[in-house]
């Protein structure tokens, strides 16, 4: 029953910024909540996270460039990411499973090009 709706990826030149957002619904409470990330050829992967008070971790990729950040009352998380690179690029998920996520949604492509 819980829906996540990812939104803001697109295509960027390298040493842009992009925003990117997630709503869940169909949950009384949501907790910690992540963005992950799935580049071609590769894993599934953390990037960050943040607690319900706030508390932010970021995966050594994400550390200096991304920042997670999150409003309770409408429950949504952002991920502002800049100076991307191109190893950056890939579908950008939120999950509030952390570290195991439970219910995807669609994700949103992140493409950086050099």
């Known amino acids: 029953q819980l829906q996540l709706v990812e939104s803001g990826g697109g295509l960027v030149q390298a040493g842009g910024s992009l925003r990117l957002s997630c709503a869940a619904s169909g949950s009384i409470f949501i907790g910690t909540m992540g963005w992950y990330r799935q580049a071609p050829g590769k894993q599934r992967e953390l990037v960050a996270s943040i607690t319900r008070s706030g508390k932010t971790e970021y995966g050594d990729s994400a550390k200096g460039r991304f920042t997670i950040s999150r409003d309770n009352a409408k429950n949504t998380v952002n991920l502002q990411m800049n100076s991307l690179k191109p190893e950056d690029t890939a579908v950008y998920y939120c999950?509030?499973?952390?570290?195991?996520?439970?219910?995807w949604g669609q994700g949103t492509q992140v493409t950086v090009s050099s």
């Open positions: 999950n509030t499973g952390v570290p195991w996520p439970n219910t």
